[in-house]
């Protein structure tokens, strides 16, 4: 079965510090993992998607098959990146599993 | 198009009775999704279109739960004799073929 753990509900770092958010995933198949965020009042959104290999906003997230780990991270945290923020997997059958989520406070 | 639309934002209900919840989505996206968010947890996945045909459906969507999207264009999520339980956020996508999905603002279900 699939199975996507963010072990931490909250996570504050002060502005300027690395932040580093943890995702693990569980599945027998090829994975294909997604960070979305949802910042105060806003709709759940992407943010970034393995395959893409691309950093947005200064975010980036590397795929560990062999720890089977998806973690988001970025070098210097702003106070603009405090939100929610969900991993995801897609699995063959076109729909997301979430996990439970963190919220990122970036204290001034 | 701005978006992904759902309608109402918010639904109060009493128990047992029935609700029904629309989603537009953004129009040249032949996908639609539903998912349910309850406090505390990631959204869970419902139910899937592909254009009018409904393809996929969670053991979450109980016998009370209906979706359709007759046109292949807005789809409609309709809850039977509600239970305090359905409380949650009702959230619609869409996405085109490559499944990057389009989030709606959700319509917030308070079952009292």
């Known amino acids: 079965a699939q199975r996507v753990t963010q072990p931490e509900k909250l996570l504050s770092v002060f502005k300027g510090a690395p932040v580093e958010l943890k995702c693990n995933y569980s599945?027998?198949?090829?994975?294909?993992l997604f960070w979305y965020v949802q910042y105060s009042r806003q709709r759940l959104q992407l943010l970034l998607r393995h395959i893409s290999r691309e950093s947005i906003k200064g975010f980036t997230a590397d795929l560990n098959k062999g720890e089977t780990s998806f973690h988001l991270k970025k070098p210097f945290a702003q106070e603009e990146d405090s939100a929610m923020y969900y991993c995801?997997?897609?699995?063959?059958?076109?729909?997301?599993?979430f996990g439970t989520g963190t919220r990122l406070t970036v204290i001034p | 198009d701005t978006g992904v639309s759902q309608d109402p934002r918010h639904k109060i209900t009493k128990r047992g009775q029935n609700v029904t919840f629309r989603c537009d989505p953004i129009?040249?996206?032949?996908?639609l999704y539903w998912y349910r968010q309850t406090l505390g947890q990631g959204p869970e996945f419902l139910t899937y279109?592909?254009?009018?045909?409904?393809?996929?459906k969670s053991r979450l969507l109980s016998d009370r739960f209906s979706a359709e999207r007759p046109k292949g264009s807005f789809s409609t999520l309709e809850i039977q004799r509600t239970e305090q339980g359905d409380s949650a956020m009702y959230l619609c996508?869409?996405?085109?073929?490559?499944?990057?999905?389009?989030f709606g603002s959700g319509t917030r279900l308070t079952v009292v």
């Open positions: 599945y027998s198949g090829s994975p294909e």
């Open positions: 995801a997997l897609q699995t063959g059958a076109n729909n997301l599993f």
């Open positions: 129009s040249e996206h032949n996908r």
């Open positions: 996508a869409s996405s085109p073929r490559d499944s990057n999905y389009t």
């Open positions: 279109f592909q254009n009018e045909a409904q393809l996929e």
